[in-house]
């Protein structure tokens, strides 16, 4: 793998395996492909993220489902999960037990990167994408905070992304994986961290953004920032 994107790619199909001896020695291994358990733990992750929601009950409807709770109605949209595809995602290794009949990401940034990778694959528009990060400051676009890895991610993924980010919310873009993108980009970004440093949008306080400009290093940075 060539990035920190493509290595999470791999990492994760690999966890989407069964990986119980007994069980491979038994024959038990479910019905799915890797991956297709992988996308459907990517829908998994993305209604996490987006409804906020960190555990996944197989067995409660909406009504007696508390408010941390996903159910399987949550993922009517895909007609073609059934109850059974749904458990047998939730038991590879992406996910650990919270309970009886509950499941959540084993680790958080498994569910932020896979919430990323379904919306890449979606074919909803730049504006609709931006609508489920906005947090509207004024005439620009800021990140809501609980939503910054993922936003990341995504950066990681989708240029056209990446560019709103760069005009809007700069800063957050240091910590994306940036090891796919163009000069063009790295400046892009550059001069709007510059410019919003600037007029005093953002500033470096957080002691550790400062190891993240490494970055932005590009054949003429010298030129952009001398």
Same mark, same amino acid.
């Given at each position: 793998p060539r990035s920190r994107v493509e290595i999470y790619e791999q990492g994760c199909l690999d966890l989407s395996r069964e990986i119980n001896q007994s069980r491979i020695e038994n024959g038990n291994v479910g019905s799915l492909s890797p991956q297709r358990r992988l996308e459907i733990s990517s829908a998994i992750a993305a209604a996490s993220i987006f409804c906020?929601?960190?555990? /996944?009950?197989?067995?409660?409807?909406?009504? %007696?489902? &508390?408010d941390e709770e996903l159910v399987k109605s949550d993922f009517s949209t895909w007609d073609d999960l059934i109850e059974r595809d749904l458990? +047998?995602?939730?038991?590879?290794?992406? =996910?650990?037990? !919270?309970?009886?009949?509950c499941f959540g990401f084993a680790h958080k940034t498994y569910e932020e =990167?896979?919430?990323? !990778?379904? /919306?890449?694959?979606?074919? /909803?528009? *730049?504006?609709?994408k931006i609508s489920l990060f906005a947090n509207k400051t004024?005439?620009? =676009?800021r990140v809501i905070p609980q939503l910054s890895e993922t936003a990341a991610w995504l950066a990681g993924m989708d240029h056209e992304f990446f560019n709103v980010l760069a005009a809007n919310d700069p800063q957050l873009l240091l910590r994306s994986d940036m090891s796919s993108h163009t000069e063009e980009?790295?400046?892009?970004?550059? +001069? &709007?961290? /510059?410019?919003? @440093?600037?007029?005093? @949008? *953002? %500033?470096d306080s957080y002691w550790g953004i400062k190891r993240y400009y490494k970055k932005l290093v590009y054949s003429d940075i010298s030129s952009q920032v001398c």
């Open positions: 906020g929601k960190s555990v /996944i009950n197989v067995k409660s409807t909406c009504l %007696d489902a &508390n458990k +047998e995602s939730l038991d590879s290794a992406l =996910f650990s037990g !919270r309970g009886t009949n =990167f896979l919430a990323a !990778r379904y /919306i890449s694959k979606t074919d /909803i528009d *730049i504006k609709q004024a005439d620009l =676009f980009m790295k400046k892009n970004l550059t +001069e &709007n961290l /510059i410019a919003a @440093f600037n007029q005093g @949008f *953002i %500033d």
